[in-house]
């Protein structure tokens, strides 16, 4: 209800857009309506049994995401993981922290010539590119996390007989999990921007290859429509990665409402 409340501010920005857009009547600003309608042509006036989805909507929005989570599901695991295990290995990550450092400050997108030398162009580029761009937020948290737990919790762990690995599993990971989850969230906004830069270069399919596309042949709308549109995907992504991490994460929001 309170979402709703706070609901009117989106329509009255679009009808600023609207009627601005109108009366400027400047091509390289077309008003929203002519946005959507051409949302509507493009992608989502399919048939029915296709989820109204056309064929340039299952031969570029589809693949796109297919890469987007595919590397964001990579970059998770392999972030979570070592983040963990450099987390309570205090010593190795006095070790590893400069390397961090360094890697993460490098923007992906200048390595994308690289990565087009090393592995040319084409999933493996593009997946690469995701990956390395949206592991470091998950890594990051990862460590503060599972450096952050409490002292207390292992040792009582300890007294109770439990093993390296079940303290892991039952201590560590559930203590690090809000670190972790906020660096998830974080990576998956990144993901959705890396994805749309990889298929900028050298790519045949995607919501980056149409954009470009679009820019190449003046065709305004669609230009607009794509930004629209990964506009829209990122929040409907946020808002699902939202739903699932209160739902994993319920007793840490209950915890902090009881504060």
């Not at 987390?87 to 400050?105: K, N, S, W």
């Amino acid at each position: 209800m309170t979402a709703l409340k706070r609901a009117w501010l989106v329509p009255l920005v679009v009808a600023v857009w609207e009627l601005a857009t109108r009366l400027a009547q400047d091509t390289d600003f077309p008003p929203p309506s002519m946005i959507v309608l051409r949302m509507h042509e493009l992608w989502f006036s399919g048939p029915f049994t296709r989820l109204f989805l056309t064929d340039d909507a299952v031969a570029n929005l589809l693949p796109s995401l297919g890469r987007m989570f595919f590397g964001w599901v990579l970059a998770a695991v392999l972030g979570v993981v070592l983040g963990v295990i450099i987390g309570r290995a205090r010593t190795a990550a006095d070790y590893v922290e400069p390397l961090i450092q360094f890697g993460r400050v490098i923007p992906p997108p200048l390595l994308l010539p690289l990565l087009m030398v090393l592995l040319h162009a084409g999933l493996a580029m593009q997946v690469a590119a995701i990956v390395f761009g949206v592991v470091w937020p998950v890594l990051l948290n990862s460590i503060d996390g599972a450096k952050g737990v409490d002292r207390t919790y292992t040792e009582t762990a300890t007294v109770f007989g439990l093993t390296r690995a079940q303290q892991l599993r039952n201590v560590v990971i559930p203590a690090a999990a809000p670190k972790i989850f906020a660096g998830l969230r974080l990576s998956l906004s990144l993901a959705l921007i890396l994805m749309v830069i990889s298929e900028l270069f050298g790519s045949t399919d995607g919501i980056g290859y149409q954009l470009l596309q679009a820019q190449r042949e003046f065709d305004t709308p669609t230009v607009w429509g794509a930004i629209a549109l990964l506009g829209l995907l990122g929040y409907l992504v946020n808002a699902l990665f939202s739903v699932a991490e209160r739902r994993l994460l319920v007793w840490h929001h209950h915890a902090r409402r009881t504060l």
